[in-house]
């Protein structure tokens, strides 16, 4: 059994998810693989884990829908919304610079690379602390849990 304040296992509503490329899909599915292998999430009301986390999105709100790790029918703890209003922005520039990212491994010069790479990494992290914020009350978890949830957030499809 896996220790408490940490997810267990993750999913995604598949029929939300973006198919935007091999690329994209890869980061997704290795976001969630390291996801599960560390992390450190935990519900502020004490509701200790290890959880099963579930993102979707459900009337313009991303949802987390929080259970206990027990099976698939685990006790449901927690469903927090978050407006998706908050994250479009930063959503939109960094699949903009993520595609920019791929462009340019295949044609720019190192340099270049790492520069758009920068940006793209900056991006991330603005993402991951817009999420930590917005859970802040609800949630305690470490920036590469945040890092990482919001990889896989991005993977649903925001309309952005």
């Known amino acids: 059994m896996p220790p408490p304040g ?6 995604l509503d598949e029929a939300s998810i973006v198919r935007r490329g091999p690329e994209v899909d890869h980061e997704r599915a290795v976001a969630a693989y390291d996801l599960i ?14 959880y099963h986390v579930r993102i979707f999105v459900e009337e313009n709100r ?4 929080i259970r206990s790790h027990e099976g698939d029918d685990g006790e449901p703890l927690r469903l927090i ?3 998706l209003g908050t994250f479009r922005r930063v959503i939109k520039d960094y699949f903009t610079v993520c595609d920019s990212y791929y462009a340019a491994i295949r044609q720019a010069s190192p340099s ?9 990494r900056s991006l991330h992290n603005e993402g991951s602390e817009l ?4 859970l802040a009350g609800k949630v305690e978890l470490d920036l590469d849990t945040a890092r990482r949830l919001f990889t896989l957030i991005c993977a649903l499809h925001l309309r952005v």
């Open 112 to 120: 270049q690379i790492e520069a758009i790479d920068m940006g793209r």
């Open 37 to 50: 292998e560390s992390n450190r999430f935990a519900l502020i009301d004490g509701q200790t884990g290890p």
């Open 6 to 11: 940490r997810i267990a296992r993750i999913s």
């Open 62 to 65: 991303l949802m987390l829908e």
């Open 131 to 134: 999420l930590t914020e917005r």
């Open 81 to 83: 919304g978050l407006s």
